[in-house]
Structures are given as structure tokens and as C-alpha cells.
């Protein structure tokens, strides 16, 4: 049931981020044990920060 709740949430946070990624970038996103307890905005701002990491690194 977490597992479910974190599913949802990651793919809610993602959907609204899916402009922002080149065409053809592929996103794999691995939830650690302390996403089920984190909350939707906690969730976002490290879901972010980590595009926001992975994009300037893929621009070099």
C-alpha cells in the first residue's frame, strides 16, 4: 500500500516535469526506503533537484 501511494506520488510529480526533458530523454526513477515516509512536497523538491542535476550535466 506505501509502495502504491509512493508510486502515485513520483509519477504525479514527473508528469508535470516531462516538458522540461530533451525529446527522447529516458527518466528512471528509483524510490529509496525513506520515500514512504517523506511528503508530496518533500518528495518534489528532491524529484526536482535531481532533474535540475541531471539536465546540466547531460548540457556539458
Not at 530523454?25 to 535540475?52: I, Q, W, Y
Amino acid at each position: 500500500m506505501v509502495r502504491n501511494r509512493v508510486k502515485r506520488r513520483l509519477r504525479a510529480i514527473l508528469a508535470t516535469r516531462l516538458d522540461a526533458l530533451p525529446e527522447g530523454a529516458s527518466v528512471v526513477v528509483r524510490a529509496l526506503p525513506d520515500s514512504a515516509t517523506a511528503s508530496f512536497s518533500e518528495l518534489e523538491a528532491d524529484v526536482s533537484g535531481a532533474l535540475g542535476t541531471a539536465l546540466s550535466k547531460a548540457a556539458r
